[in-house]
Nanobody
Framework: QVQLVESGGGLVQAGGSLRLSCVSS????????MGWFRQAPGKEREFVAA????????SFADSVKGRFTISRDNSKSTVYLQMNSLKPEDTAVYYC??????????????????WGQGTQVTVSL
């Protein structure tokens, strides 16, 4: 069993920045790919970003490309999502998730086995 705990969410004005963190504990996630998803009220959960174990490859949703970056520090079992130039439409609960399947970075939630409880991000005008 692995536990993922997100933090760093909050209320920010449009144009501002936030950095989300996701700390894992329990079963090792060695070799796993990590992803960030978000879900706004009344909408389906959507892919935001993903990163390989080495950090050498990343993937972003078109809606956040150029504004968000994803990184990880495996020595701290932590994945980060740096969010810049935030927009009101970025408002959502943000979840981190672990994908231990082989292959490339997945953009579909079903490939991610372990999920955190989420952290709320609210962007005001």
């Amino acid at each position: 069993q692995v536990q993922l705990v997100e933090s760093g969410g909050g209320l920010v004005q449009a144009g501002g920045s936030l950095r989300l963190s996701c700390v894992s504990s329990g079963r090792t996630l060695s070799g796993s790919k990590m992803g960030w998803f978000r879900q706004a009220p009344g909408k389906e959960r959507e892919f935001v970003a993903a990163i390989t174990w080495s950090g050498g490859s990343t993937s972003f949703a078109d809606s956040v490309k150029g504004r968000f970056t994803i990184s990880r520090d495996n020595s701290k079992s932590t994945v980060y999502l740096q969010m810049n130039s935030l927009k009101p439409e970025d408002t959502a609960v943000y979840y981190c998730a672990a994908d231990t399947t082989p292959g490339g970075l997945a953009r579909v939630a079903k490939w991610y086995k372990d999920w955190g409880q989420g952290t709320q991000v609210t962007v005001s005008l």
